[in-house]
DNA sequence: GAGAGTAGCGCC
DNA sequence: AAACGGCGCTAGTCTC
């Protein structure tokens, strides 16, 4: 029998009270169509359901995210069950691997966007409206912003509009509903015919369908936040802030106006005076760091270098010390639910598929430090323990993996130290056991460098030596490696000639043009362990769908759950098995290497489990 | 007022 | 010939 596909769409009150209103409330028009038939449309909240449920495939623009979300209600794994069952497909997923945003395109406005492949930009490049723009297809009508304009009190910010006060009867309103099926059928028409240009692997593409699922379960799930905890780091903050503020002012006359005085132009003013009356300008300190458009760079690292051993020391610290604050806890508060979580928006259009997670980010949560205190307001839900599972040194394992080179694979080895391996050919076992914990400090330093391809200047000026040093280290370092530096110069070519690279499950990533490089192995590397650690909770959530409900965070090699209490430890370790697996790359050169994550203790918030 | 690009902090 | 990757968040600035 012929399957039926169903074009589904859905209008709603604003993005975000799904988690404080019921689904048949927080839907308000649902517009949808089979196959090529003509587009309905309909307030009945059953009747869209029921339609979604007969469906052998349901096609929706970023439905995996959005629509198919809520839909159930936020409590329901029916959304994720769909994705696991390769019933649904979503064009904005689908688009994101064979349309990706490129560095530069003209939106429909006429004006030019650059940069327009980071994730936050690519939201854009990757919405209904412009994908119709870049490809000529038909059905967008109208703007909804606008509409929404018309029955919001009159100059309210866009940032405020109530979608919910445009009425379903309005004749604009269902035009546009129905032009938006009418979009995404022609889109996903145009985008099957792309992927079968790029000969695309289709395994490939319901696997990123589940990954996506699994990322919409996460969000779902949301964490707990503790807000009296967050709300404490708040003041205290703010109270040393305050301190650091009423000395500047009273020494150094410093602006107060906003909330950086030292970004504003004024500020930056201040500061180079500052530092000119102690000697400090870029005359006497050639070596002064330039951001990328050419002026001074005034960061708390630079002010510390340039003042140390003056009398401007004091006032480098105090800027280092108000330049480093962050707003993490408000961002968290900020960012709660009516239920006391955070649900995070979560994406994969990082190039390499690392997940982008926004609002709150919580990939930029300190984790080592004193900063790391931030992740205590995150708490374990009642009757879970918090677990932090992970891949220890992940993108160089796979970089073992993919280039089978056995000498870098004894840097994995149980008991092997990488860095003290690095150390001894960079010093020389002679130089290396003279003075071995500040070796073994540069040697780290070094790992992270020549991961990422760094030329002999650069190392030169990071670590300390002469260029020529460098430069025989780097000879050296390959001469150890042979095969990881075959590997790499078959990713670079790979790379420049295609234009893309491709890992060992069919992934393709775009390379910059002239970028390829660093970039071609920097995203094989990157992707690979992304790939290993979904495969591990594609895993989770197939034993057992209830299972999905523990995932509550994804950190690019890192995993965190919260654990029925009841037998948690037991729990634990089927987590770290079920995670653990030995990758060998399908590639004829590559070697079979172990990706096993390791745990932290059991506890009731993420700081006390990641440490 | 809103969008775009910039700087500077942090993460893996 | 040389070449250190991928990001998010915030705030202030520029531009239209």
Known sequence: MTKRYLFADAETHNAGKEYSMPAREFGRLYQYAWDDGPVVLTEDYDEFVAVVREADYVVGHNIINFDLSWLFGTESLESLQMCLDRKVIDTFVLASLVTPAPYMYTNAQGSTVFDAAKPERAMKYLSLDNLAHQFNLPGKVGSLKDLAKKYNPAKTLVSNLDYSLIPTDDPEFREYAEGDIVAVRALYRYLLKLLKEQNYPGEYIWREMAIWGINAQISRNGILVDTAAAQDRVDELAASRDKMMKWLVETHDFPTEGKAPWATTQGKTVILD?????????????????????????????????????????????????????????????????????????????????????????????????????????????????????????????????????????????????????????????????????????????????????????????????????????????????????????????????????????????????????????????????????????????????????????????????LPEDRADEHAQWVCDTMSTIFKPKTQLGQAIDFSVSRGPLADNWFECSH
């Not at 610290?317 to 408000?330: E, P, T």
């Not at 003290?420 to 290396?432: L, N, Q, S, V």
């Not at 990422?452 to 390959?478: D, P």
């Open 274 to 562: 500052v530092l000119a009356e102690s000697g400090i300008t870029p005359d006497t300190h050639p070596e002064w760091p330039r951001t990328p458009t050419g002026a001074l760079k005034l960061g708390g690292d630079e002010l510390i270098a340039l003042t140390t051993g003056t009398d401007a020391f004091e006032f480098g610290q105090a800027m280092a010390m108000l330049k480093g604050q962050r707003s993490l806890a408000q961002l968290a508060m900020d960012s709660t639910h009516p239920d006391g979580k955070v649900h995070p928006d979560i994406t994969c259009l990082q190039r390499s598929g690392r997940t982008s997670v926004q609002r709150p980010g919580l990939t930029v949560w300190s984790a080592h430090g004193d900063g790391a205190v931030e992740k205590r307001y995150f708490v374990a839900d009642p009757g879970t323990k918090m677990l932090e599972v992970d891949y220890s040194a992940a993108d160089a394992r796979a970089v073992a993996a993919m280039s089978g080179d056995p000498e870098f694979a004894k840097r994995l080895e149980p008991g092997a130290d990488a860095h003290e391996i690095t150390g001894r050919i960079f010093f020389g076992d002679e130089a290396y056991d003279a003075d071995p914990e500040t070796s073994r400090h540069t040697a780290k330093q070094i790992n992270h460098s020549v991961a990422y391809r760094i030329g002999s200047k650069k190392l030169a000026a990071n670590v300390g030596i002469t260029v020529e040093e460098a430069k025989e280290f780097l000879r050296l370092y390959r001469d150890t490696y042979p095969w990881v530096a075959r590997w790499q110069d078959n990713a670079t070519q790979e790379g420049d000639t295609f234009g893309f690279v491709s890992n060992d499950w069919g992934r393709r990533m775009m390379v910059d043009e002239g970028r390829s490089f660093t970039q071609s192995c920097a995203l094989i590397g990157q992707s690979t362990t992304r790939e290993i650690l979904f495969d591990g909770l594609i895993r989770i959530v197939r034993y057992d769908l209830e299972r999905a409900r523990w995932i509550r965070a994804t950190v690019h090699d890192a995993v965190v759950f919260c």
